[in-house]
């Protein structure tokens, strides 16, 4: 494990349930995302020394330019540009 002190607690790049929904490939995957607890502190970050974490199960990938998703062991994640402002 490694140990660091500069763990950004920024919650505006964390995919949300209601990304999911508005992508038709991401659908289904919305009731596996946690919502985000604004009470809470970031505390760890999951890095390359954590390998496992990192193993894809599944995945599900969409058109082109749109964000996908990847099932790991610690649970489901979008992967791109999720911001619904920028969404077309």
Do not use: F
Not at 10 to 36: F, K, M, W
Not at 46 to 52: P, T
């Amino acid at each position: 494990m490694l140990e660091c002190k500069n763990i950004p607690n920024n919650r505006n790049e964390i995919p949300t349930t209601e990304i999911s929904a508005c992508y038709d490939h991401l659908n289904g995957i919305e009731r596996e995302i946690p919502q985000v607890n604004n009470d809470t502190d970031i505390q760890i970050l999951n890095g390359r020394d954590l390998i496992e974490a990192h193993a894809v199960h599944d995945q599900k990938i969409g058109p082109k330019n749109t964000p996908y998703a990847q099932k790991l062991a610690l649970g489901w994640v979008i992967v791109g540009e999720a911001c619904l402002g920028s969404r077309n």
